[in-house]
């Protein structure tokens, strides 16, 4: 019997995406998509609590989380790596990664538009400094 999920990666209603950019997941996301426990997802997680090591080299065998600056930011992984773990390390045949836009509100409209303000400022501001 062939056991299929799907990773479904749920965006912030906050987050602006352009075409080639994923939502990156976190530890409850990976557990929900995966149904493995938190202290599973941990386990496997390419990282060293102990020693306080980050940014380890890649492992075939781990889930490779994205780079991170401290230890105070959480771990992350791009969706593509958890597909690639649930096949390879997991040995789940057939993984389906969907990524879903936002629900759009009023909120995430307003953002938009103050997002692209900032963005006309800021080309603005540069084109001054910049003669």
Same mark, same amino acid.
């Given at each position: 019997?062939?056991?299929?999920?799907?990773?479904?990666?749920?965006?912030?209603?906050?987050?602006?995406?352009?075409?080639?950019?994923?939502?990156?997941?976190?530890?409850?996301?990976?557990?929900?998509?995966?149904?493995?426990?938190?202290?599973?997802?941990?386990?496997?997680?390419?990282?060293?609590?102990?020693?306080?090591?980050?940014?380890?080299?890649?492992?075939?065998?781990?889930? /490779?989380?994205? %780079? @991170? !600056?401290?230890?105070? $930011?959480?771990?992350?992984?791009?969706?593509?790596?958890? &597909?690639?773990?649930?096949?390879?390390?997991?040995?789940?045949?057939?993984?389906?990664?969907?990524?879903?836009?936002?629900?759009?509100?009023?909120? /995430?409209?307003? %953002? @938009? !538009?103050?997002?692209? $303000?900032?963005?006309?400022?800021?080309?603005?501001?540069? &084109?001054?400094?910049?003669?």
């Amino acid at each position: 019997m062939a056991i299929s999920y799907q990773i479904f990666v749920m965006t912030l209603p906050f987050s602006i995406l352009t075409d080639h950019t994923y939502e990156l997941m976190d530890v409850e996301a990976i557990q929900k998509a995966l149904g493995r426990s938190r202290a599973s997802i941990y386990r496997y997680a390419n990282t060293d609590p102990m020693e306080g090591w980050r940014n380890l080299p890649y492992n075939p065998k781990k889930l /490779n989380p994205e %780079l @991170r !600056e401290s230890d105070r $930011e959480p771990l992350l992984f791009h969706p593509t790596e958890v &597909s690639r773990f649930a096949r390879d390390v997991l040995k789940i045949k057939q993984v389906t990664i969907q990524v879903q836009e936002p629900i759009q509100n009023e909120t /995430n409209r307003l %953002l @938009r !538009e103050i997002l692209q $303000e900032l963005q006309a400022l800021n080309q603005a501001i540069g &084109s001054t400094r910049n003669p």
